[in-house]
Each structure stands twice: as C-alpha cells, then as structure tokens.
C-alpha cells in the first residue's frame, strides 16, 4: 500500500506506509502547505499509518524544522505516536 493523505476538519490524515518509497510526494505536499498557504496549523493523524522507517522519520522533523523556520505550528499525533515523541525528543536534546 502507498501513502494517502487526506484532509479532514483540518487535520491531515496519513493512510498506509511512510517509507523511502512515499517520502518525495510527501515531502513536496507538505511543504508547498507550509510555504505557500496562509495554514498556520499543520496537524497530522498518524492513526491509520501501517508502516514508517527511518526515512519516513526523518521526513516528519524535516517538516518540523520548515514549519518552525516558517513561523508555523506543526503537530503529529495519533496511535504510536509516545514512539515518535520519544524520538523527536531525543533528536532535540542531541
């Protein structure tokens, strides 16, 4: 399965894996929302993600640190999500 997003009260839902192989139209969707709309909130539901790799991880702080440098908020959250704070929290720290 690939990745869907979908967009629903505001909320971007990320459905299936966000892997290597996801990443590019994941990081090109997400970026022109965080440069190039009047968004200030960018919420993401992990919920229905079946699979991420490092990659994928990397892709979430990569978008982190452009809504930061962007002057906007970022959120992820979801099932799984303790795994992904701890994570970025240790990212943070380094």
């Given at each position: 399965m690939s990745l869907q997003?979908?967009?629903?009260?505001?909320?971007f839902?990320?459905?299936g894996k966000l892997n290597?192989?996801?990443?590019?139209?994941f990081n090109t969707h997400?970026?022109?929302i965080i440069e190039k709309s009047d968004?200030?909130?960018?919420?993401v539901n992990i919920d229905s993600l079946n699979q991420i790799d490092t990659d994928g991880f990397d892709?979430?702080?990569?978008?982190?640190?452009?809504a930061l440098r962007n002057q906007k908020r970022f959120y992820i959250y979801g099932d799984g999500f303790s795994e992904l704070y701890n994570a970025f929290k240790q990212t943070d720290v380094a």
């Amino acid at each position: 399965m690939s990745l869907q997003i979908s967009k629903n009260n505001g909320v971007f839902h990320l459905i299936g894996k966000l892997n290597a192989s996801t990443i590019s139209p994941f990081n090109t969707h997400f970026e022109h929302i965080i440069e190039k709309s009047d968004i200030t909130i960018v919420s993401v539901n992990i919920d229905s993600l079946n699979q991420i790799d490092t990659d994928g991880f990397d892709a979430l702080k990569t978008l982190k640190a452009i809504a930061l440098r962007n002057q906007k908020r970022f959120y992820i959250y979801g099932d799984g999500f303790s795994e992904l704070y701890n994570a970025f929290k240790q990212t943070d720290v380094a």
